[in-house]
């Protein structure tokens, strides 16, 4: 299952997801680097991201692409924004759902 795949099942999730506002996909939220993510709250600085990939060498799980990851969430972060991330298996057992039902629970939306 691709990234795009993982990506189309959490939004059905979100999609019946109670207390989930609407959101955006692949939204940039820096101007200056191409960075987008996969959903975004851009009212209110959440970023939620898939990271496909995990368990079978994904870009992710490379030197480069945690170094890449960590520049992008440390930018997140000095930013104001708040950076959710789930694999596969979150999606699939629903637990990135609740962590981001959860967030929206004790931060409102």
């Not at 795949?5 to 609407?22: A, C, K």
């Not at 692949?26 to 209110?44: A, S």
Request: glycine residues 14%; negative net charge; hydrophobic residues 35%.
């Amino acid at each position: 299952m691709g990234k795009s795949d993982l990506e189309d099942e959490l939004e059905q999730q979100l999609s019946g997801g109670e207390g989930i506002p609407p959101y955006q996909r692949q939204f940039k939220f820096c101007d200056t680097r191409r960075w987008k993510g996969d959903f975004c709250w851009p009212d209110i600085k959440l970023v939620v991201e898939v990271d496909g990939g995990t368990f079978m060498g994904g870009r992710h799980n490379t030197g480069v692409g945690m170094h890449n990851d960590m520049i992008r969430s440390n930018w997140l972060q000095l930013h104001g924004w708040t950076l959710l991330r789930g694999d596969s298996i979150m999606v699939h057992d629903g637990s990135l759902l609740a962590v981001v039902m959860e967030f929206f629970a004790i931060k409102g939306g």
